[in-house]
């Protein structure tokens, strides 16, 4: 977080490169929202920083910005209630990757918390389940 000209601008550090997903612009938004809520003020924007290319990306919290993000959440929410882990992200085949598993979508590569999700693994037994 750091402070100019008397506005709060929330700064979130990634230890990878820029990636071409959103969840970093989602979970910066989220944390701008929260802030917003417990001070009562308006934050138009906010940064990530990505040690792995040394860049920091200037991330406006425009209304559809906002709008993706408190679906995200009210998702999460309702996926929390339900007891229901949300499936793994399925990537495009293509000639060279076609299997009769499904493809991990790219974006989990990245993923620091492929290692807890195991996408991998739930693919797997779901394959092995609808082919029984």
């Not at 490169?17 to 989602?26: A, F, Q, S, T, Y």
């Not at 924007?45 to 425009?62: C, D, K, N, P, Q």
Request: with cysteine; net charge negative; hydrophobic share 35%.
């Amino acid at each position: 977080m750091e402070e100019s000209e008397d506005k709060l601008v929330p700064i979130e550090y990634k230890k990878g490169k820029m990636g071409e997903w959103l969840n970093d612009h989602v979970q910066l938004c989220a944390q701008a929202l929260c802030l917003e809520e417990m001070l009562k003020c308006r934050i138009p924007l906010g940064y990530i920083f990505y040690f792995g290319s040394a860049r920091r990306e200037e991330v406006v919290f425009t209304e559809e910005l906002r709008r993706h993000t408190e679906e995200t959440i009210r998702l999460a929410f309702t996926l929390l209630e339900k007891g229901v882990l949300p499936p793994p992200l399925v990537g495009k085949q293509t000639r060279r990757t076609a299997t009769a598993l499904p493809v991990l979508h790219p974006k989990c590569r990245d993923c620091s918390l492929e290692p807890l999700c195991l996408p991998r693994e739930v693919l797997a037994l779901e394959h092995v389940a609808t082919s029984s």
